[in-house]
């Protein structure tokens, strides 16, 4: 008893820690449920908060697990999560099973439920919501004195909402184009077989910014592979506007990646022998309805270097007419990988700047970046670890790329 009271006030201590040094509250409420979720070694967590603009309906803040819980809400008394909010009455599953309560878990259904917990979030002033805890990572179920941790830890990370500053509505997703479920590719070499991506379940939306941020080898390039219609996976199902694509033939995807996706790649792939304007219209030439060349150039601020070489251009204008060629097909979705990987920081700052007017204009971008900073533009982080969606965060408050600083 002695040594989990000690574990007791450690935990309780590495929450304080976190919330008390974040600079934001966003910053703030995501440091402190990791800090639980990594000392109570929890599978999945998530941050659920009352939307006031719609009789609260809580939805997702922030979450850590496999799940994308983007699109996913629940009304005020409904299942364990509205439940809780509604009574302020923490619930707890220490050995669930489906047949309990399958309302409960409904946003998991990807995953096993075995244990959860669902405690209160509120502030000194106010109801925000629930913190909701599934599974032990070692496949236990969680314990009492865990479950009186996860509250007392709840209680703590509402106390970094200042009276005068609230939980801002989230960003409302456009219509789902693009759906992943049970993701996998695994490469072979010899008889030694690599699985790089081990069940992605994500949705894509129209028009939003979407960032693939994780160390070197955690799948994220593999993963915009797919989406790209460059590789097909494993198992699993990928499908576009409601059409599968996950066992699609060569012709069907080179039609799905002419017809649909724009590329933008760290390092330019520009023909060196053509200029500026040839290099767009050469891939104009093979879509039905393209952009006019002249007009992508001019929108990325390289009107006046149409006939400008590659080698004639710097990093940064190379890869800014690597823009104006994704654009001239008028996709609908442009994938971004490391585009600033190359380029010093005020390039970099100059081509997100023309990153944030194309997604202005309602076109879909998905980037995979390296670059913590960079995520502070897009609408969705998705961290990846070891092959699998690791955490999930929703920008309320998106950077101009003016304002990153790196």
């Keep these: 008893m002695g040594g989990l009271l000690l574990s007791s006030y450690r935990t309780i201590s590495e ?24 000392n109570c070694h929890a599978e999945s967590a998530a941050i659920w908060y009352a939307d006031r603009s719609a ?14 819980l983007t699109s996913c809400s629940h009304a005020s008394g409904s299942g364990s999560v509205g439940r809780v909010f509604e009574s302020q009455q923490a619930e707890r599953w220490l050995t669930f099973t489906e047949d309990d309560d399958p309302e409960t878990v409904r946003d998991f259904s990807d995953v096993h439920v075995s244990s959860m917990v669902c405690v209160p ?10 913190i909701q805890f599934v599974n032990k990572a070692d496949g236990s179920g969680f314990t ?20 005068n500053e609230a939980i801002q509505p989230a960003w409302t997703p456009g219509n789902t184009i693009m759906e992943l479920r049970g993701i996998t590719r695994e490469f072979q070499n010899g008889d030694q077989v690599t699985q790089v991506l081990k069940g992605i379940n994500l949705d894509v939306y129209e028009g939003e910014f979407l960032v693939l941020l994780g160390e070197s080898g955690c799948g994220k390039s593999t993963l915009l592979n797919i989406i790209g219609g460059m590789d097909l996976p494993t198992s699993g199902s990928f499908k576009y506007l409601g059409t599968e694509f996950a066992h699609a033939s060569h012709e069907q995807l080179t039609d799905f990646r002419r017809d649909n996706i724009g590329f933008i790649f760290q390092s330019y792939n520009l023909m060196p022998n053509l200029n500026a304007l040839q290099n767009l219209k050469l891939i104009g030439e093979l879509v039905c309805d393209p952009m006019e060349a002249e007009g992508a150039l001019d929108a990325v601020g390289l009107g006046e270097r149409m006939g400008s070489y590659p080698s004639q251009l710097s990093g940064g204008q190379q890869q800014r007419v690597s823009i104006a060629r994704a654009l001239v097909k008028n996709p609908k979705v442009i994938l971004a990988d490391e585009p600033t990987a190359a380029l010093d920081y005020a390039t ?59």
Aim: with cysteine; proline share 2%; hydrophobic share 45%.
């Design 15 to 38: 929450v304080q820690t976190a919330v008390s040094s974040a600079e934001t509250l966003d910053d703030a409420l995501r440091d402190g449920l990791k800090a639980i979720v990594d």
């Design 55 to 68: 009789d609260n309906v809580l939805r997702p803040y922030y979450w850590i697990g496999s799940s994308d």
């Design 121 to 130: 979030f509120s502030s000194l002033y106010e109801t925000l919501g629930c």
């Design 144 to 163: 009492e004195e865990e479950a009186d941790i996860c509250e007392i830890l709840a209680l703590l990370a509402a106390i970094a909402i200042d009276e």
């Design 348 to 406: 970099s700052i100059e081509v997100l700047s023309v990153l944030e007017e194309v997604v202005d204009s309602g076109t879909t971008l998905i980037m995979v970046t390296h670059n913590e900073e960079i995520t502070r533009m897009a609408d969705r982080v998705v961290r990846m670890r070891g092959g699998k969606m690791h955490e999930v965060t929703i920008n309320r408050h998106p950077a101009k790329a003016a304002d990153l600083v790196w």
